[in-house]
């Protein structure tokens, strides 16, 4: 094997770059109509309007493909744009709504990264808790006793390998817990106390329960509604 010199690293690190920066350039052109003449972009990043035509330009041709776009330079909205529906022609219910840059949408699962910043915030302000710490002693307090299944079924809380369950494996849809059940404070419950049926750590299910999980870890402690 052939040993690197710093300054040879530096400059694998400089070619590196530049390749990428070619690819993205040459990405951009190729998605503008007109195409654009070799020197019409020469920054990383480009021109705001000129993402924005390259993304209009992406999407515009699929017919139930709706999307919203801000491009931000320096904490300044630079161009904003838009496309397809919010509500379809073939929608029965108020059809051919536009989707527009301030249409309202439902945040869905883009708050789970949310949800993930705050624990990982909660965890900074509380240098005892770590990742690896199983959820539920966290939030004990709040889920225990006992509860009761559908057709009358009593079990208790825990249920079996709870305690092997840790905010890393919630994190990641990892937890090896039962899916489907939902997260209201039944569902959650039901959840706990069936216990963990898969392999906390392998077991992938991307749940949303998982993440609801998360949200009572912050509530229990920080003392705050979230």
Known sequence: ETELLPDDLELARITAGERVEDQTLRLLKSTVDPPLEIDDVTSIPPDAAVMGQCIDNAYSEEAEVSYAYAI???????????GGWARAPWEADTPSVAMTPQKPLTIASVSKPITAVAVMKLLEQNPSISLDDPFYLLVQDKFSGQVAFDGGLIASLPGPDIDQV?????????????????????????????????????????????????????????????
């Open 72 to 82: 931000v330079e320096s904490g300044t909205l630079a161009f904003s744009g838009a």
């Open 166 to 226: 840790t905010l890393r494996h919630l994190l990641m849809h990892r937890s090896g817990l039962t899916t489907g059940l939902g997260c209201g404070y039944s569902k959650l419950t039901q959840l706990i106390a069936f216990g963990v049926v898969g392999t906390p750590g392998e077991t992938y299910d991307y749940e949303n329960s998982n993440f609801c999980l998360l949200r009572e870890v912050i509530e229990q402690v920080s003392g705050e509604d979230y």
